[in-house]
């Protein structure tokens, strides 16, 4: 199971940018399929991108053409660039590693590891 530790984030106005990153540890860290999560007070969590090993990615509709996802496995890191960003964009964002199945079979477990970062805290503002 990998730790993961987010940063970058911070307040910014309105059409602002930001970089957040998600540092892993762990073994294997190449070969799992990456997500960044937000939530806002009172709503449930969403899913915001998703970015597998080969460098496929997909996007919740609310940030496409918005937001980027990237890894650099060099490095274990996954990032999260935002632009043009707008105030339902506040939330706690959590980068997010699930293990695959394959891999959590052949080590004889029920079901894949499931890793959460503690989060940071993004803020849109005027």
């Known amino acids: 199971q990998v730790q993961l530790v987010e940063s970058g984030g911070g307040l910014v106005q309105p059409g602002g940018s930001l970089t957040l990153s998600c540092v892993a540890s762990?073994?294997?860290?190449?070969?799992?399929?990456m997500n960044w999560y937000r939530q806002a007070p009172g709503k449930q969590r969403e899913l915001v991108a998703v970015?597998?090993?080969?460098?496929?990615?997909n996007y919740a509709d609310s940030v496409k053409g918005r937001f980027t996802i990237s890894r650099d496995n060099a490095k274990n890191t996954v990032y999260l660039q935002m632009n043009s960003l707008k105030p339902e964009d506040t939330a706690i964002y959590y980068c997010?590693?699930?293990?695959?199945?394959?891999?959590?079979?052949?080590?004889?477990?029920?079901?894949?590891?499931?890793?959460w970062g503690q989060g940071t805290q993004v803020t849109v503002s005027s």
């Open positions: 970015i597998t090993s080969g460098g496929s990615t």
């Open positions: 997010n590693a699930n293990e695959p199945e394959f891999v959590a079979t052949m080590a004889g477990r029920s079901s894949p590891y499931d890793c």
């Open positions: 762990g073994s294997i860290f190449s070969i799992y399929l």
